[in-house]
């Protein structure tokens, strides 16, 4: 890294990193769609990883100044709650780290970048547990008449937030991914172009399973159905994560619901159903 363009960057930084978060989380967030990385990341060339990581090193400090904003504005003392304080600085920091990084010019650049944003996506590893805490923090905080399901606000935010917290991982997974020489079969990066909804439904389920027998010492059965064949380009780690919850939930709710009940538990349905522009997977009980 060169030393001048460090420098400048942190008499940059040094001024008033108030002012710089917000003049940068001012700035018009720029959308990408999976199409494009697909494309995109079809033939990762060198030139292609430059223009990918060019992109990121002024994408990256508009989406995560953004974020440092949100958690130093958040209603009913949120923000000011110790774990929610401990994410504001990861955050921080890893916009100071990319505000310090210089422009990138060559492969070289690239290289070194690429560690960074690897190193930053680890950093934020524990992000989503850490703001969980914060919420605790505050409903030990709030006025015992105060319901907290009511505070539409805060669930917003946190909608909001962790949807963002998934483009910006999913922006530094693409670009890390696509300098693997060797990727899997039918994937792009973290994209897998012929990915079954089914075979994750199935995956994703008996994980949630596993959690429910550690929870309870028992767990209802799951009959999935769909077409075998099916399969569309998405990221099977994110549709992982989401089937994950919704069938831990529809497990717990059955669970609980026979728990002191002589009657046996009835299996929980998962329904993986294609449409002509989406998919659509839900659950339901017999």
């Not at 697909?38 to 060019?54: D, T």
């Not at 792009?188 to 909804?197: A, E, L, N, W």
Request: glycine fraction near 4%.
């Amino acid at each position: 890294m060169a030393g001048a363009a460090r420098k400048k960057a942190m008499e940059t930084l040094g001024k008033s990193m108030t002012e710089e978060v917000q003049r940068w989380g001012c700035m018009k967030q720029n959308g990408v769609s999976l199409r494009y990385m697909m494309e995109f990341g079809s033939k990762p060339s060198l030139r292609n990883l430059l223009i990918s990581a060019q992109f990121l090193h002024k994408e990256l400090p508009i989406r995560i100044a953004r974020r440092v904003m949100d958690l130093e504005t958040l209603p009913y003392g949120l923000s000011h709650k110790p774990a929610v304080l401990k994410v504001r600085d990861w955050y921080l920091d890893s916009f100071r780290d990319l505000r310090l990084f210089p422009e990138i010019k060559d492969p070289n650049d690239e290289t070194e970048f690429t560690q960074m944003i690897k190193a930053i996506k680890v950093r934020h590893n524990n992000v989503v547990p850490m703001m969980a805490l914060g919420v605790q923090q505050l409903k030990k905080g709030l006025d015992p008449n105060v319901d907290y399901e009511a505070l539409d606000e805060i669930h917003e935010f946190l909608d909001r937030f962790y949807m963002s917290r998934i483009g910006i991982r999913m922006l530094i997974g693409q670009h890390v991914e696509l300098q693997n020489p060797n990727p899997p079969p039918h994937c792009v990066g973290c994209i897998h172009t012929k990915m079954s909804p089914l075979e994750v439904a199935r995956d994703a389920s008996e994980d949630a399973r596993s959690v429910c027998f550690r929870e309870y010492g028992s767990a209802p059965d799951i009959d999935i159905y769909g077409d075998p064949n099916f399969t569309f380009p998405y990221v099977p780690a994110h549709l992982h994560l989401m089937v994950f919850e919704l069938v831990k939930n529809s497990l717990r709710a059955v669970q609980e619901r026979y728990l002191d009940s002589d009657k046996v538990a009835p299996p929980v349905r998962i329904i993986v159903a294609d449409g002509i522009e989406d998919v659509t997977i839900k659950s339901t009980m017999i």
